[in-house]
């Protein structure tokens, strides 16, 4: 499984996303930030970082991967057009503000336009928080007006790729702080547990999905 986790916006939480699923999955990970976070953490043999002008080797499709991407599409910017040129499924992280929704659906509209993609697009509604009139469960963020917001902004865009929440939670701090994802945060922690829960069933949509595409592609596999 390759996927790319992009935004041209930062600060919308691509690299939690991506780092979360690296560690719980055990991929690899590529990146094209010249300081990322990853060399401390991530062996060697799991990290492949290059400079944005530079294009990412062709990774063989046996091989699982996230690419976590930096910068903006541009005739220059061959790590990001090569990542989500061979990615099966492209994360696209949004939050809920003016600067942020104009550049998510512009980031959309890139990915898009980059040829030889043939992947699917998941939308993550991120930085979630319950304003005071909100009354929802623990596992209805997707009723937040935050989420409904960011998926409204995207399907009025003319696009129908899938939107899933994912709240504001310091468990995205806490996996840099202790080099290790959410679910093992929560395994080593009870009290750790009890507060990210919400944040676990949140990846967990985001693991159904991309289990599912695996498994359409061995599925195919098996017919060829």
């Not at 996996?175 to 547990?193: G, N, T, V, W, Y």
């Not at 949140?202 to 159904?208: A, G, K, L, R």
Request: with cysteine; aromatic share 8%; hydrophobic share 40%.
């Amino acid at each position: 499984m390759k996927i790319t986790v992009y935004n041209a916006k930062g600060s919308a939480g691509k690299t939690p996303i991506a780092t979360n699923i690296v560690l719980d999955r055990e991929y690899g990970i590529g990146t094209n930030e010249a300081f990322h976070v990853f060399d401390s953490f991530i062996p060697d043999n799991r990290l492949l970082a290059i400079d944005l002008t530079e294009p990412f080797p062709e990774i063989p499709d046996d091989t699982d991967i996230v690419f976590d991407l930096a910068g903006t599409i541009s005739s220059q910017s061959h790590s990001i057009t090569s990542a989500i040129r061979q990615s099966d499924l492209v994360i696209v992280p949004i939050f809920n503000e003016v600067k942020a929704l104009h550049s998510g659906i512009g980031t959309l509209r890139e990915i898009n336009k980059v040829e030889g993609f043939a992947g699917q697009v998941l939308v993550v509604a991120t930085k979630l928080k319950k304003n005071k009139k909100e009354h929802f469960g623990r596992d209805e963020w997707d009723r937040s007006a935050d989420c409904r917001n960011v998926a409204d902004a995207v399907h009025n865009a003319g696009f129908d790729y899938p939107v899933v929440p994912l709240k504001f939670s310091t468990a995205f701090d806490a996996i840099f702080e202790r080099e290790m994802s959410i679910a093992q945060l929560c395994a080593a922690d009870p009290l750790a547990a009890h507060s990210f829960r919400e944040v676990i069933n949140q990846f967990d949509v985001i693991y159904t999905h991309i289990d599912g595409i695996a498994h359409a592609q061995q599925k195919r596999s098996k017919r060829a």
